[in-house]
């Protein structure tokens, strides 16, 4: 998603097909945690849909769920398989488009970094159905491996959270719910594609992308010593909060 509408969106850049292969999905704990804690849900808005990793997710696991996918770059729901519970708009988390209290919880899945709260807040309040939640969910590389840190430096793979971060949006109390740790496996090439989907790789020109690329090459393949099929196995945390109505 867009910080605000004068900044580009990398994802605009993007191929949709590699973004939906490579990028991890989901634990389902935690979204069995995220139903039992909003309690039932008909409708959800996944604010930054991407190519609809999440949405995906939640529909295999919650066949009465509807999902509305907003999404500004108009690229990225042409790698999501279709689905008929699965509607997409185009849109942001501070403008979604969708109709005054028409969901039970929006949901910013691997996208919060990117909203302006000031206005994602009042949005967010508009679409919910009275009693309605919102719900943050959020993977990250577990950092905490020193092998794994160095890794994520080199990817340039995003902020690292810490389990006590607020994230506080306007007309919200937050809880944090649970932190989920897991592993993703991927061959060398996979985590060298799971690189170029970054927005840092993707707002970067071709000079820094090759050397972006280069020196996640030697640290995979000279440091580390991962043969060519070499399966990476790449721990994880998935933090959960849960977004109350203030």
Sequence with gaps: MEPTPATPNPYAQADPDLYHRVRPGYPEAALEALLTRVGPVRSVADIGAGTGIFARQLLDLEPQVRVEAVEPAPEMPRGAPTQPRLTWHRGTSEATGLAPASVDLVVWAQSFHWVDRERTGPEASRILVPGGHGAIIQNQMEVGEPWVHRLSRIMRS????????NPRLPGFKTRLVQVFPWV????????????RTRSSYLGSGPARQRRMQ?????????????????????????????????
């Design 158 to 165: 995003g902020d690292v959270i810490r389990a006590d971060w």
């Design 214 to 246: 280069a020196n996640l090459n030697w640290y995979l393949r000279d440091h580390l010593a991962y043969p060519k099929e070499g399966q990476v196995r790449i721990p994880h945390l998935t933090f959960l909060w849960i977004l109350d109505p203030a």
């Design 184 to 195: 993703q496996t991927l061959t060398v090439d996979e985590v060298m594609a799971l690189a």
